[in-house]
């Protein structure tokens, strides 16, 4: 008995490290394939027969003027900027939405759902001809100030969050003498704490992916970020160099990828940590 449960054990671990392979594939060809030159990269081989580090090197300097530090360094500050006015604005508005109580409450919090299913194509042209009118066009203020909105997914996910913690908790801090912002500050933030987390994980991984949005209001190179520049790799060039293209398109996912893996560990320790939730 216990050896045909052992085998069966073991045929189910060969078949997750299969699937597991099948899955994580296309990663693998694409980060050999940042090191072929660009006839090998046409062939069946996952690994390349020459390593070619200058790949890295020579596709972070291609670009005529501007280096990849340059591209690099705008999508940073115009993610980091929008993902703390993110969190900062949807949780205000989720707290109002969970624990204050004010005219139409239900109307207006059913309207910013609606907003979810409303394309941005819909958008597009109000929302450009009001930048333009404002001079707002080519500087990133179109692509920052309406984080300051808040945005209805991560309203409604923190709205949800907070539901589940215990009024209690206000009531008792009321009688202290805490205003309502100080149960946001005090109470509700540091609770609320893996519901940020995710909040912080999608915008700045949604922020950074961001291509049509700096498309449509940046005009100028040196304003462009990664995803902009990428495009333009490919432009730039009558042949373009795929090896070093796809090196420097590798690099380009870092920043997201550190940013899910270290705000994923504080995720589990907030579940771990965090106070009571109903």
Same mark, same amino acid.
């Given at each position: 008995?216990?050896?045909?449960?052992?085998?069966?054990?073991?045929?189910?671990?060969?078949?997750?490290?299969?699937?597991?392979?099948?899955?994580?594939?296309?990663?693998?060809?694409?980060?050999?394939?940042?090191?072929?030159?660009?006839?090998?990269?046409?062939?069946?081989?996952?690994?390349?027969?020459?390593?070619?580090?200058?790949?890295?090197?020579?596709?972070?300097?291609?670009?005529?003027?501007?280096?990849?530090?340059?591209?690099?360094?705008?999508?940073?500050?115009?993610?980091?900027?929008?993902?703390?006015?993110?969190?900062?604005?949807?949780?205000?508005?989720?707290?109002?939405?969970?624990?204050?109580?004010?005219?139409?409450?239900?109307? +207006? #919090?059913? &309207?910013? !759902?609606?907003?979810? @299913?409303?394309?941005?194509?819909?958008? $597009? %042209?109000?929302?450009?001809?009001?930048?333009?009118?404002?001079?707002?066009?080519?500087?990133?203020?179109?692509?920052?100030?309406?984080?300051?909105?808040?945005?209805?997914?991560?309203?409604?996910?923190?709205?949800?969050?907070?539901?589940?913690?215990?009024?209690?908790?206000?009531?008792?801090?009321?009688?202290?003498?805490?205003? +309502? #912002?100080? &149960?946001? !500050?005090?109470?509700? @933030?540091?609770?609320?704490?893996?519901? $940020? %987390?995710?909040?912080?994980?999608?915008?700045?991984?949604?922020?950074?992916?961001?291509?049509?949005?700096?498309?449509?209001?940046?005009?100028?190179?040196?304003?462009?970020?990664?995803?902009?520049?990428?495009?333009?790799?490919?432009?730039?060039?009558?042949?373009?160099?795929?090896?070093?293209?796809?090196?420097?398109?590798?690099?380009?996912?870092?920043?997201?990828?550190?940013?899910?893996?270290?705000?994923?560990?504080?995720?589990?320790?907030?579940?771990?940590?965090?106070?009571?939730?109903?």
């Amino acid at each position: 008995m216990t050896g045909a449960h052992n085998k069966q054990n073991w045929l189910v671990h060969v078949l997750m490290i299969a699937f597991c392979f099948v899955m994580f594939y296309p990663v693998l060809w694409w980060i050999g394939a940042s090191f072929k030159s660009t006839p090998e990269i046409s062939l069946p081989t996952l690994f390349p027969k020459v390593w070619l580090w200058q790949n890295y090197t020579e596709g972070w300097m291609a670009l005529p003027k501007y280096t990849f530090t340059r591209f690099f360094m705008n999508s940073l500050k115009l993610n980091v900027a929008t993902t703390i006015i993110h969190v900062i604005s949807a949780s205000l508005v989720a707290f109002g939405f969970a624990r204050l109580t004010f005219p139409l409450k239900g109307l +207006w #919090f059913s &309207i910013l !759902l609606m907003t979810l @299913m409303l394309p941005g194509q819909v958008t $597009l %042209i109000p929302q450009y001809t009001m930048f333009h009118f404002f001079d707002w066009i080519n500087t990133y203020l179109p692509l920052i100030i309406p984080s300051a909105m808040g945005g209805a997914f991560f309203i409604f996910l923190i709205v949800q969050f907070i539901r589940g913690i215990p009024r209690e908790l206000d009531e008792s801090a009321k009688i202290d003498g805490c205003t +309502w #912002f100080g &149960i946001y !500050l005090r109470i509700i @933030m540091p609770l609320t704490l893996p519901a $940020l %987390i995710t909040v912080t994980i999608f915008s700045f991984i949604w922020g950074w992916d961001e291509y049509f949005g700096p498309l449509i209001y940046l005009n100028t190179v040196d304003k462009y970020t990664v995803p902009l520049a990428l495009r333009m790799f490919i432009d730039s060039q009558s042949a373009v160099p795929w090896g070093q293209l796809l090196a420097v398109s590798l690099l380009s996912v870092l920043p997201p990828v550190v940013i899910f893996f270290l705000a994923q560990k504080h995720f589990v320790e907030g579940i771990a940590t965090t106070g009571l939730k109903g």
